[in-house]
């Protein structure tokens, strides 16, 4: 059985993420991830945060504070929050770790004895005032394009048009506000990208087409960079913060306080916080991280991310990787995701458009954005959260097709028969009919996780819920309890046998909920890690006369004034 090794797309350190941030990476990987530890796999899933590059020092001087300070306080803000959406990740470490640092000075040096890396003198823009070169984005100024006042000089936030801080119009010094800006020759180190094209290209060609298939969102764009031809690629930054360029190596640059740009060391933090987990472990734990990425042929490698990370993932690190010429693991599947838009529009902080994970924890519990994201993750095309469109998924799915059916079933046996399952009757035909349909449901449910497919998975998931429903208003056991009590008995028994099913299969979507389900029956012999399509056909894992307990209320409904006060709160079509 295969080792599946799960990374996501490591969270940028300045700021706290939107919804489609989760949805686009580390939800759907965590979803996968206790799915497959749920059939037994030996599961490995690491994230990190992503801590290098200009932003994180123009967000540390903006609050005043090192830059080094403020990375750990962000971190440890951000993993608050995942831990507070249940991500399990086995670690979440940092960019910034003296292990990150080692491996990426490593693979630089290896690219270059391989003739990968060469310096080259290019011209780049110098504040005397600031005593130093400032990368693209330390340079602002007016958009020649669309006169935006503000623009980057590596992009217009307003036009989006990429630009080159050259382009700006009276452009100044993000950190000092100086406009006595000059020109000048600097040496940066470039990955030679264009000589390893061919060998790229062979290695998308074969792993893409490997069953199952990559997603067609992750083939189009590799190919698309691909066929446009790769560039050579600087590699190194004028920054104070970041990888620094190994003296050993390149003594001048090294004096010089050249640090590897984020693209390149970024990636290579999937390694680096597999050691970080490995170091924080010991020996004795058996966390041996170089099997997981080193000469690893028995590891499934997936990755999860949205499409603007998907040319670094599937052109750029496969490069390094391959420049490096040493049997480092490469991806096996990229699972990549297009944008969550909130109605139809981006996210944004300053407009204050749209909610943010912090702020969604505030308002109801995980498990209500667990299932909503994953339910309509944007897998084929964009998809737009809209507060209309949470609240009816809420209220559906979740209150009224799984909470209620959970609450009325153990309400109503506990009010009729106690506070143990009831025996009743033997099973009869609806019971196999039910037992047939859960186990068609439960093998649907099973092939879409397995390939990947989250929102057809979720739709499995819920059709299995509505079938308890459909079971519980054909037999009716408020009318059965007046004629016959064990028929009415013999319902409720198999419906209490379905919500122990659906809280060992919805896990992977709404683990707290799940658990709450699960705990409601007195079962200490209950070790199931998984119920099979053939085990579901019988329904007769919680026996007769098992105590259990009425959990409260899984889900609240939303109300109206609750969706009108989020609309006027975080924004909305009509508020």
């Known amino acids: 059985m295969a080792r599946h090794l799960i990374t996501s797309a490591l969270p940028y350190i300045n700021g706290i993420k939107h919804l489609g941030n989760m949805v686009g990476s580390m939800l759907p990987a965590d979803v996968y991830s206790r799915y497959l530890r749920q059939r037994g796999h030996d599961v490995l899933y690491i994230c990190a945060t992503d801590e290098h590059g ?317 299932y909503f994201l994953i339910a309509n993750a944007p897998e084929s095309d964009d998809s737009s959260f809209t507060w209309e469109h949470f609240t009816a998924t809420v209220n559906k799915d979740l209150a009224d097709t799984l909470g209620n059916f959970v609450n009325r079933v153990l309400s109503f046996s506990r009010k009729r028969f106690g506070e143990t399952v009831p025996a009743g009757s033997e099973a009869g035909e609806a019971e196999a009919r039910l037992g047939t349909e859960i186990a068609r449901l439960l093998a649907e449910y099973e092939e879409q996780m397995e390939a990947l497919q989250f929102r057809k998975a979720a739709a499995a998931l819920r059709a299995l819920w509505s079938a308890g429903n459909s079971y519980l208003e054909e037999k009716a056991p408020w009318l059965e309890i007046k004629t016959d009590q064990d028929a009415a008995a013999l319902t409720l028994r198999t419906a209490m046998n379905l919500i122990h099913l659906y809280a060992v299969v919805s896990e992977p979507f709404i683990p707290a909920s799940a658990a709450a389900m699960r705990t409601a029956f007195t079962l200490p012999d209950d070790t199931a890690t998984w119920i099979t399509p053939t085990q579901a056909t019988t329904l007769d894992t919680v026996p007769a006369g098992t105590p259990f307990t009425v959990p409260p209320v899984l889900f609240a409904k939303i109300t109206e004034e609750e969706l009108d006060s989020y609309k006027e709160r975080f924004g909305g079509e009509g508020a």
């Open 54 to 370: 200009t932003p994180a020092e123009l967000a540390a001087k903006a609050q005043g504070v090192p830059v080094d300070e403020f990375c750990a306080q962000a971190h440890e803000a951000q993993k608050a929050i995942y831990d507070g959406y249940a991500l399990a990740f086995d670690y979440f470490g940092r960019s910034s770790s003296p292990q990150n640092t080692e491996i990426t000075q490593h693979f630089a040096r290896r690219l270059n004895e391989n003739g990968f890396i060469e310096e080259r003198a290019i011209r780049q823009v110098y504040s005397p005032a600031d005593g130093r070169f400032l990368p693209d984005r330390y340079v602002e100024g007016t958009c020649p394009h669309c006169g935006y006042d503000k623009a980057r000089g590596d992009q217009c936030e307003n036009c989006t048009r990429v630009l080159d801080p050259t382009d700006l119009i009276d452009p100044r010094s993000a950190i000092s506000g100086s406009t006595d800006l000059e020109v000048r020759e600097t040496k940066h180190l470039f990955l030679l990208q264009s000589k390893l094209q061919q060998e790229v290209e062979a290695w998308v060609a074969q792993t893409s087409e490997a069953a199952p298939e990559w997603p067609q969102l992750s083939t189009s764009i590799a190919r698309k960079w691909l066929t446009e031809g790769l560039h050579d690629r600087a590699i190194t930054r004028d920054l104070d913060w970041g990888v620094p360029v190994p003296a050993d190596t390149w003594p001048e640059l090294a004096a010089e306080g050249k640090v590897f740009y984020v693209w390149f060391d970024a990636p290579i933090e999937y390694i680096g916080a597999t050691k970080e987990w490995s170091d924080a472990a010991g020996e004795s734990a058996g966390h041996d991280w170089k099997s997981w990425w080193y000469e690893a042929a028995d590891v499934r490698y997936t990755q999860f991310m949205a499409k603007d990370n998907v040319p670094f993932h599937t052109v750029m690190f496969p490069a390094t990787e391959l420049g490096v010429r040493e049997p480092w693991k490469m991806v096996d599947y990229v699972k990549a995701f297009n944008w969550l838009t909130y109605y139809g529009g981006k996210f944004s902080t300053s407009q204050k458009r749209g909610v943010f994970t912090d702020q969604a924890l505030e308002i109801l519990p995980a498990d209500y954005w667990r």
